[in-house]
């Protein structure tokens, strides 16, 4: 069983500056729910029960995100607004179930998890990189629980990405491929177009071993100075199995502006009540 995840909301959120300055991006909505909602209810649709932020400096709204607001609450009550108050509570998770630390430094993503590890503890866990907002049913952490339990090793969600991207990933060189599920023989982060091993790209789900906090305490600095996962993973090919689960659904990555957009667009899209509406302005644009 996968019963903790790892939410790494730490970064810096640069390329969203300004909007950025004062406010994760986590918190940036996707029509009317922020993004870090979207990765909540995937982590719990795959049967997570304790949800591990990892933080950082004017993350605080996270919190405040995740927890009861009293006074919106009785407000709502009053005024009899029993479907907003359904959208503010209902999904909210239980006491005890979330876990807050802080990346004291933005030192990378591998010093983010690992700053989880006393809070994971001894047990395989799950990794949600929030800004790509994975869309798919059944979900795609849901799947990847599903091969865990089946190989009872590393998995990874990976997609194609054209050749000129790769240096924006970590990469995966394969081995055994199925169509969907590639064997992990080999992983590099943001490698040159020229020298990556695959077009398959990691893109932000993650189910480890425990293993890998090893691997990460040596705080070993990689592609762009930082602390890489990719490398603490890469240590442990050979020695556990690791897969690479081809993604098969809809993927915005909200940590680029373009991203961001499409997919207020597409969820829009989606919705009944707003989807006429959106057509129309569209059009005007086009
Ligand atoms: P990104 O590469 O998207 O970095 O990190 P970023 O700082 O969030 O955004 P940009 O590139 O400056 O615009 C991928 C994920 O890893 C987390 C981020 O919060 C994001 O979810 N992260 C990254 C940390 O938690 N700590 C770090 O030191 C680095």
Redesign the pocket.
């Known amino acids: 069983m996968i019963r903790k995840a790892v939410?790494?909301?730490?970064?810096?959120?640069?390329?969203?500056l300004p909007a950025?300055k004062a406010m994760p991006?986590?918190m940036l909505p996707v029509v009317d729910k922020p993004i870090i909602q979207y990765a909540f209810e995937e982590a719990r649709a795959a049967g997570i029960e304790h949800f591990i932020f990892?933080t950082?400096r004017a993350k605080s709204s996270i919190e405040d995100h995740f927890d009861h607001a009293y006074e919106l609450n009785d407000t709502l009550e009053l005024k009899g607004k029993a479907a907003e108050l359904g959208s503010v509570t209902d999904w909210l998770p239980k006491p005890g179930e979330l876990s807050y630390t802080r990346?004291q430094?933005?030192?990378?993503?591998g010093?983010?998890v690992w700053c989880a590890r006393e809070l994971v503890g001894d047990e395989p866990f799950a990794v949600l990189?929030?800004?790509e907002l994975l869309q798919s049913d059944p979900p795609c952490l849901k799947e990847m629980v599903d091969v865990h339990q089946q190989t009872g090793g590393n998995v990874v969600s990976v997609m194609e990405v054209p050749q000129d991207h790769t240096n924006r990933y970590g990469i995966l060189d394969i081995g055994a491929d199925d169509g969907r599920m590639v064997e992990a023989r080999g992983m590099v982060e943001k490698p040159s177009p020229s020298q990556a091993p695959s077009r398959l790209a990691l893109i932000?789900r993650y189910v480890l071993l425990p293993k890998v906090f090893q691997h990460l305490d040596k705080q070993e600095t990689g592609a762009g100075g930082?602390i890489q996962l990719t490398d603490a993973m890469e240590k442990m090919l050979g020695t556990t199995p690791f897969h690479g689960l081809r993604f098969q659904g809809q993927r915005y990555d909200c940590?680029s502006r373009l991203g961001y957009l499409e997919a207020i667009v597409a969820n829009a899209m989606e919705r009944p009540e707003l989807q006429a509406g959106m057509t129309s302005i569209l059009k005007r644009y086009l």
């Open positions: 939410f790494p909301v730490a970064g810096l959120g640069t390329r969203m950025t991006k986590e990892v950082g990346q430094k933005p030192l990378g993503l010093h983010a990189l929030v800004d932000g930082e940590g």
